[in-house]
């Protein structure tokens, strides 16, 4: 679906498509996600969402099934301070290229396998990341 001319997405749009694990919508116009949208696909391990206009990344958007996911040069200002909850299995997030001057506190609490985090040419001016520690 890359390279399509896209510019919307309904929230069910994957509905019965539940079994796909690399999705390639980059190179489109897609403004918003709704939440929830890639919440149906339960084996999705890879998401690429690079090159298009996003703006604003809600909660509830991507499986816990998830590995990788690239918002590379999209127009994103903001995010949900829960938006990766729950994305215990995300290696690799990149954000680079994109509008955004702060980071929700705790954004990435959750991304306990997180490896690889782009943030690159962004308007950033400080980054505050605190990952607890999970004491049994």
Do not use: W
């Not at 390279?3 to 999705?23: E, M, W």
Request: proline fraction near 2%.
């Amino acid at each position: 679906m890359s390279f399509s001319q896209l510019t919307f997405l309904a929230v069910d749009t994957f509905k019965y498509t539940i079994s796909i694990n690399r999705l390639y919508l980059n190179d489109n116009s897609l403004v918003d996600l709704p939440s929830g949208l890639f919440r149906a696909i339960t084996n999705l391990q890879v998401a690429d969402l690079m090159y298009n206009k996003i703006k604003h990344l809600r909660s509830g958007l991507f499986p816990t099934s998830i590995d990788y996911i690239d918002l590379k040069a999209n127009l994103i200002v903001s995010m949900e301070a829960d938006v990766f909850d729950g994305l215990e299995e995300l290696i690799g997030l990149y954000l680079s290229h994109n509008k955004l001057f702060s980071l929700p506190l705790g954004v990435f609490n959750s991304t306990i396998h997180l490896y690889v985090l782009f943030l690159d040419y962004n308007h950033l001016r400080s980054i505050y990341i605190y990952k607890s520690r999970r004491v049994k």
